[in-house]
Nanobody, 119 residues
């Protein structure tokens, strides 16, 4: 079973950038598609971005298109989320998730990392 640990969150001014990382352990990383989700205060968790097992396919929420890039390094068992032009409404706890080959659900989650964007 894969374990996920996020890092890279913090406080940034509007217009700034952050790169989140998610380190995976405990299983074969390349068996998992990886995704990023977020939950803002008082709101439900929402999808941010996802990347296929080999990194050849990516998808983004409309709100993040053009501002975020998801990538992965299978040699380092790590997935990244580069976010640029951050807005106060991007403030949320960001979670890394893994979907195993053959599964249609995000069955593994990290503990989250806080991103706060000040205006």
């Amino acid at each position: 079973q894969v374990q996920l640990v996020e890092s890279g969150g913090g406080l940034v001014q509007a217009g700034g950038s952050l790169r989140l990382s998610c380190a995976a352990s405990g299983s074969t990383f390349s068996r998992y598609a990886m995704g990023w989700f977020r939950r803002a205060p008082g709101k439900e968790r929402e999808f941010v971005a996802a990347i296929g097992r080999s990194g050849d396919t990516t998808t983004y929420a409309d709100s993040m298109k053009g501002r975020a890039t998801i990538s992965r390094d299978n040699a380092k068992n790590t997935v990244y989320l580069q976010m640029n032009s951050l807005k106060p409404e991007d403030t949320a706890v960001y979670y890394c998730a893994a979907r195993e080959l053959g599964s249609n659900s995000w069955g593994h989650w990290g503990q989250g990392t806080q991103v706060t964007v000040s205006s």
